[in-house]
């Protein structure tokens, strides 16, 4: 069996392009849906009606095993049936793996490609699998031949820097990160966390901006979710800064964390912000208002219009945090209003607060709620159990909201 | 069914019809079972199996032979089972105490011979008629009682009620021990039906051990006694509203003695049970749940529940205020926590109590950071939730916190902000390894 011509003319090309080390064409043209595979794939079926062929090619060496797959995979693509599709790309990214030990930097960009595509295979996959009623999972599968890609970056043991295989850890760790977050797998985030915090790699400045971003996005969503708000805030606040600028969903994503964040220590969304994103002013919009002006009740009303919401994006216990700059608002309030008195009875304030329209809270309750603004630090001053009062500090009896951690 | 001997009741103004001989009635009786099962579909491994059943039993047990079979067929045809059993190896129901006769086709041929060559002088199209309708009726008078019927009194092993049990298959095995209480032992080869009870007697098995726990209140032996009642189910793979009964009681009971890992493991099945639609007070133990969340600060999980809650569930007395306790933690507003502690209800106060003396820490922490300059005994034993002061005062001494020694003792709060403090530390520390993430 002599084999088809074409495809022995596209192995030799893979070969090539591996020998004088061209990592970005390479990467091109072993994509899925290029233009090259396409060309590849019409002249065969012109030539042979069909691509069975590919089936009977020979192979010798590691490039040829990779092409053929390739191909293969392609075809079943064109083909829509999926499964096989991905099953071929699977063994194509695996024989990849098995020459990427002994490669190169100049190898990731081909990396990157077999690692998206394996995605999108494995996703169109599942979903085929589960419309006719059978087992996903291969998305499982393709996470962790991913990973070991991963490990293989992040290993890489090549003393010379510039041609070391660690430059594509992170973008390899955030196709990881957007998959366990899908499989909702937070503690192997996590651990991915720990251990690139552990291993030698350069400095994450020293990568790409792309993959700074997204990566601190994830950490920073981690951190979030940790309920570790300030390191949050930090990584947060570079992602959104530095993201790409017409990123509208990354963006999006990125203000869902750190709206709350932000909203707690004092800082409500700017107009401006929540006329660009609509969906920051759906959920957050109104409730900042309500923070801002003291309007406790109006808060507590959309805390429970929105609780659903809250809770299936994960932010509810964030925005909980932001009812206390509720509270300390309708203490300054009362206080101005009762002409910035440093002595404040307990009962004027349930009085205030009942004018606020809050009239289940009771002097014990009162106290409970006044010691745990001065415990957190939104109010400066004592209270005194027997004489029914509170004693503010003259000089700054509210801090400014920043200056609380 | 009938046979013309056994028939001591029935006064039937016809006259007796005559057994002709043994093998027709046998056909007879075995094709009455086949037209009154209502699906004409019968393997002849089935019917054979039948014939073979009344050719092996003697007439004075015909009529427990006719329950059983009935019993077996329903079942199997309820399970949809029919064609999947094998019938020819299937041993013959035990009340054929004869030998069991070789089938032959060629007796068969000659017995259905037979039926064609008496049909038209005996069986009259009317009376054939009027035997299988008594056979119907008895058939259903039959299955009406076995309903009703207890099935402990029969020591022949039965296949299961499909009612109760799902996922019925050939390892499901019935109890036939009669005996009410049976410590638990770890089971190590595959149950013994004589040692495991069935469904009636674990009722009974169950009405005692609640008068034995509110008697002797022995927490040892009652432990025992659920978990092989569990197990008896388990093995009997008997799913119902009793089963819910016995994991939500032994959950009570073990909450009652702080025994929270047989509670966790009875929160685990009743998860299941609930989900599968079965009844009982899945609102009690989701409100035990969120509770259980709260003691080991878990945030995820509790944001799980939360967004798995229906909100009608969430309208629940017992879910709302478990509900509140989370908001009041959240909030650390400690009046309303320990407010609505004093008012918890069911036995949610045990799950709370395993970390009151956490919060009770974080909320000696606000007082003595707020409050200046003393605070006397009494205000903070009421604020805390102490039902006697002696109580609170222990737990400041605890802490190594002064009391002032005078007719009404007080806590300088100043000086006891660092302590408050130290005793934080200790549980944020123990909650660090014991939580999981």
């Known amino acids: 069996m002599a084999g088809c011509q074409r495809l022995a003319q596209a192995q030799h090309k893979f070969k090539t392009l591996n020998t004088v080390n061209n990592g970005a064409e390479l990467a091109q043209v072993i994509q899925l849906s290029s233009l090259y595979t396409d060309r590849v794939l019409e002249d065969i079926h012109k030539e042979y009606g069909s691509w069975d062929v590919l089936e009977m090619q020979p192979t010798r060496g590691v490039w040829d095993e990779i092409a053929v797959t390739h191909f293969q995979a392609a075809a079943a693509y064109r083909l829509r049936s999926f499964v096989d599709a991905y099953t071929r790309q699977l063994s194509s990214f695996n024989a990849f793996l098995r020459i990427f030990r002994n490669m190169t930097q100049w190898s990731l960009p081909v990396l990157y490609t077999l690692s998206r595509d394996l995605c999108d295979v494995a996703q169109r996959a599942d979903h085929q699998l589960t419309t006719s009623s059978s087992q996903g999972g291969k998305l499982e599968e393709a996470t962790r031949a991913i990973n070991q890609g991963f490990s293989l970056c992040m290993t890489d043991r090549e003393p010379l820097l510039s041609k070391s295989r660690k430059w594509g850890t992170f973008r390899m760790a955030n196709i990881l990160f957007a998959l366990y977050v899908r499989h909702k797998a937070y503690n192997l985030c996590d651990s991915m966390i720990r251990a690139l915090k552990a291993s030698e790699l350069p400095p994450l400045e020293q990568f790409p901006m792309s993959d700074q971003v997204t990566f601190r996005y994830y950490r920073g969503m981690l951190a979030f979710r940790n309920e570790k708000y300030t390191s949050a805030k930090e990584d947060l606040l570079f992602a959104l800064e530095h993201c790409f600028r017409d990123s509208y969903n990354n963006k999006t994503r990125i203000l869902v964390c750190l709206t709350p964040i932000l909203m707690a220590e004092g800082r409500a969304p700017h107009s401006r912000l929540l006329r660009r994103y609509p969906p920051i002013k759906a959920m957050y919009g109104e409730l900042a208002k309500a923070a801002k002006a003291g309007n406790l009740r109006r808060f507590d009303e959309l805390l429970q219009e929105k609780e659903q919401l809250f809770v299936n994006t994960g932010t509810f216990m964030a925005v909980e945090r932001v009812r206390k700059v509720a509270i300390r608002q309708l203490l300054r309030k009362i206080y101005v209003l009762t002409g910035q008195n440093s002595r404040m009875s307990f009962q004027m304030l349930c009085d205030g607060f009942a004018a606020a329209g809050i009239t289940d809270i009771d002097i014990p309750e009162m106290e409970s709620v006044l010691a745990d603004m001065v415990f957190c630090g939104y109010i400066k001053g004592y209270l005194s159990h027997d004489h029914g009062i509170a004693v503010l500090s003259k000089l700054q009896p509210f801090p400014p909201l920043v200056s609380i951690a | ?437």
Request: charged share 25%; glycine share 2%; proline share 5%.
């Open chain 2, 1 to 437: 069914m009938y046979t013309a001997v056994d028939m001591p009741k029935k006064q039937s103004p016809k006259a007796p019809l005559i057994q002709k001989n043994k093998k027709m009635s046998v056909l007879k009786s075995s094709l009455s079972i086949a037209n009154t099962s209502g699906d004409s579909t019968w393997p002849n491994s089935l019917k054979d199996y039948v014939e073979r059943s009344f050719a092996a039993c003697s007439t004075s047990a015909r009529k427990r032979l006719e329950k059983q079979l009935n019993q077996i067929i329903s079942s199997a045809v309820k399970n949809k089972k029919l064609n999947s059993i094998n019938w020819t190896i299937r041993p013959l129901p035990k009340a054929c105490d004869l030998e069991p006769q070789p089938v032959l086709s060629v007796k068969r041929t000659s017995v259905s011979a037979g039926i064609i060559d008496t049909s038209d002088n005996f069986d009259s199209e009317e009376r054939k008629e009027r035997r299988l309708h008594r056979f119907q009726k008895e058939a259903e008078a039959e299955a009406a009682r076995k309903e009703a019927e207890s099935s402990s009194t029969m020591p022949i092993p039965q296949p299961p009620n499909t009612a109760d049990v799902h996922n019925w298959d050939a390892d499901t095995i019935v109890g036939t021990c009669t005996r009410l209480e049976k410590s638990y032992f770890r089971l190590t080869s595959a149950p013994d039906p004589s040692q495991v009870r069935p469904l009636s007697v674990l009722r009974n098995t169950l009405e005692l051990l609640k008068r034995k726990w509110v008697e002797d209140n022995n927490y040892t032996y009652i432990c025992s006694q659920f978990k092989s009642m569990r197990q008896d189910l388990t093995v009997q793979r008997i799913t119902n509203s009793f089963t819910v009964e016995v994991y939500e009681t032994h959950a009570r009971v073990a909450l009652e003695t702080n025994d929270l890992g047989e509670y966790n493991q009875c929160q685990t099945q009743l998860k299941q049970l609930y989900a599968m639609g079965l009844p009982g007070h899945a609102m009690e133990f989701l409100a035990y749940r969120i509770l259980y969340f709260l003691y080991t600060r878990n945030k995820g999980d509790i944001n799980a529940a939360m967004a798995a809650m229906l909100p009608s569930e969430k309208q629940e007395q017992a879910v709302q205020h478990a509900l509140s306790v989370r908001a009041a933690m959240a909030a650390g507003n400690y009046h309303r926590f320990f407010m609505l502690y004093l008012a918890t209800p069911n036995m949610g106060g045990y799950l709370i109590d395993k970390f009151i003396d956490r919060e009770r820490c974080a909320s000696l922490q606000r007082m003595c950071k707020a409050f200046r300059p003393r605070l006397s005994v009494a205000v903070i034993a009421k604020d805390l939730a102490f039902t006697k002061v002696d109580d609170c005062i222990k737990f400041l001494a605890e802490l190594n916190i002064a009391i002032s020694q005078d007719e009404s003792p007080s806590v300088d709060m100043k000086l006891a902000y660092p302590h408050a403090v130290a005793a934080m530390q200790i549980y944020e520390k123990v909650d660090i390894k014991g939580q999981i993430y």
